[in-house]
């Protein structure tokens, strides 16, 4: 919601610039309350492009980011840019506004992740480490071009958080049985990704993170569930989760069976990449530096 805000506000600017007629290279880097923004994303700009040019952009005493541009202005088409990019400043200060609500109702949320996972001593942890290494992988995937980011850090950090959120609507009991499981037991679990999708509908700052949360337990290969969605139909950041929440749920304790040692989770990985998991994602997730220490180094 708010990373499609930002992009709407560029879009009027690109479209100001045009009308009068500027003719400049631009980059603009927010930082707002934590929260990284940039445009255009570092690898869609010009190689070796550099900018004669730059402006702090801050309200309140407080630097809010940077604007760089290049270009042959007259001083005319200066004042102008100038004030467009006044007017620019102003829209994005609602955006902080957008930030407030958003780390309010992530609080809120956390509280309720933790306490599903408080009523799982097997599951404790994990929410965090599977946003951890989604990270991971965003960044791998990102730096091999094959990542285009329409989404922010902050939002696979937020899905991950989130995605077993519908938990909090299965049973204990189930969740944490060690025998078997029977077949509507099963069924009863695998409501979940549904569930977490519902419990975020009424929030509208989550819903462009909705898809992703409801397609988490979908398979590569077609065979997963809610939907039996294949490939590409499948949001990429629940691919991402995907391959994170399976190396988690293989290197941990689980009622049903120990935790795997990494190598041997990832051999596993290898074994389901391309039935199970997204083939480019685990090749991203294994070409992490230091992969089988990552149980170590995430929960640290
Ligand atoms: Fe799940």
Redesign the pocket.
């Known amino acids: 919601m708010i990373r499609s805000d930002f992009l709407g506000i560029i879009e009027e600017y690109e479209s100001q610039l045009k009308k009068y007629g500027l003719n400049l290279k631009y980059k603009i880097m927010l930082n707002i309350d934590g929260h990284l923004l940039e445009w255009p994303l570092a690898g869609n700009h010009p190689r070796g492009l550099a900018f004669t040019e730059s402006r702090e952009l801050r309200w309140d005493n407080k630097e809010a980011g940077v604007y760089y541009w290049t270009g042959t202005l007259s001083p005319h088409q200066q004042t102008i840019n100038e004030l467009i990019v006044d007017n620019l400043l102003t829209k994005i200060r609602f955006l902080e506004k957008s930030y407030h609500t958003l780390d309010c109702g992530m609080g809120v949320l956390n509280s309720a992740v933790k306490a599903i996972e408080a009523k799982d001593r097997y599951t404790r942890g994990h929410s965090d480490r599977v946003a951890a290494l989604s990270l991971k992988i965003a960044g791998t995937l990102h730096e091999a071009g094959l990542l285009d980011r329409e989404f922010s850090n902050r939002d696979i950090e937020i899905a991950a958080k989130l995605?077993?959120i519908?938990?909090i609507g299965i049973s204990e009991l189930i969740l944490t049985k060690t025998g078997a499981l029977t077949m509507p037991e099963i069924q009863h679990i695998r409501q979940?990704?549904a569930m977490g999708a519902v419990i975020l509908t009424p929030l509208s700052i989550f819903e462009h993170l909705i898809p992703a949360i409801r397609h988490?337990?979908e398979r590569f290969d077609g065979n997963g569930y809610p939907d039996g969605l294949r490939g590409s139909e499948i949001p990429l950041i629940s691919r991402i989760i995907s391959v994170a929440?399976t190396f988690d749920a293989l290197t941990s304790n689980r009622p049903y069976r120990k935790a795997m040692d990494p190598p041997t989770a990832l051999a596993e990985i290898r074994r389901v990449r391309g039935t199970q998991l997204d083939p480019d994602i685990v090749g991203a997730f294994l070409s992490i530096p230091d992969n089988r220490f990552l149980p170590l180094t995430l929960s640290s």
């Open positions: 995605h077993d519908g938990k979940h990704p988490h337990h929440d």
